[in-house]
């Protein structure tokens, strides 16, 4: 079992910048690979960024550029947390994002979700 919690995002103005945190507990080790997502625009949940477990990220043309993942170096206090950091942020940015694990054996878990605004 893994538990993901989200933290951060909020509102910024465009060009803002906003950062969201998701800190996974419980069996971590099994975690084989993450991913951010995002609803938007009244649009179907998509997906933005894929890391796997060789710690090589993808990420949609959409966000290319601007947003970056990461992982906390502090791995004894933070052993699993991820950060979507969102620069350059737009107005069509605003939505609720989500982390999302998939493990070994197969489990998907997913984080609640964490709402940016992005005014004009």
């Known amino acids: 079992q893994v538990r993901l919690v989200q933290s951060g995002g909020g509102s910024t103005h465009s060009g803002g910048s906003l950062r969201i945190s998701c800190a996974g507990s419980g069996n971590i080790n099994s975690i084989v690979s993450a991913t951010w997502h995002r609803e938007v625009g009244g649009r179907q949940r998509e997906l933005i960024a894929s890391?796997?477990?060789?710690?090589?990220?993808?990420?949609?043309?959409a966000v290319r550029g601007r947003f970056t993942v990461s992982r906390d170096s502090d791995r004894v206090t933070h052993p699993y947390t991820m950060y979507l950091q969102m620069n350059d942020l737009k107005p069509e940015d605003t939505g609720t994002y989500y982390c999302?694990?998939?493990?070994?054996?197969?489990?998907?878990?997913w984080g609640q979700g964490t709402q940016v605004t992005v005014s004009s």
């Open positions: 890391t796997t477990v060789q710690n090589n990220t993808i990420y949609v043309e």
């Open positions: 999302k694990v998939d493990t070994y054996p197969p489990r998907t878990y």
